[in-house]
């Protein structure tokens, strides 16, 4: 699969995932998506945080975890791309 050539597969299903809106999430529950250990996934979202990608806000014991503006832009680039190589992958029969 192209996407393994030049990204990292768990960060990248980790922002696709974020994007879906229609969803509350927070970390196990994106570990859980992603198939992501829980200490890899909080390395993961602090990563995003120092980049000003995501926000996460504390609800009781649960901190939910969201893309900021910016994250947002690049999710929607980021799912464009992959779009784009699924189309590439999909016509090399």
Request: glycine share 8%.
């Amino acid at each position: 699969m192209i996407t393994t050539i030049f990204f990292k597969e768990k960060p990248l299903r980790t922002l696709v995932s974020l994007a879906d809106n229609e969803k509350v999430w927070y970390a196990s529950m994106l570990c859980k998506e992603t198939d992501c250990t829980y200490p890899h996934m909080l390395k993961i979202l602090g990563m995003f945080e120092k980049e000003g990608l995501v926000r996460a806000e504390g609800q009781g014991r649960i901190r939910i975890v969201r893309l900021t503006e910016k994250g947002e832009d690049l999710a929607t680039e980021v799912k464009a791309l992959l779009r784009r190589i699924e189309k590439l992958e999909g016509g090399k029969e």
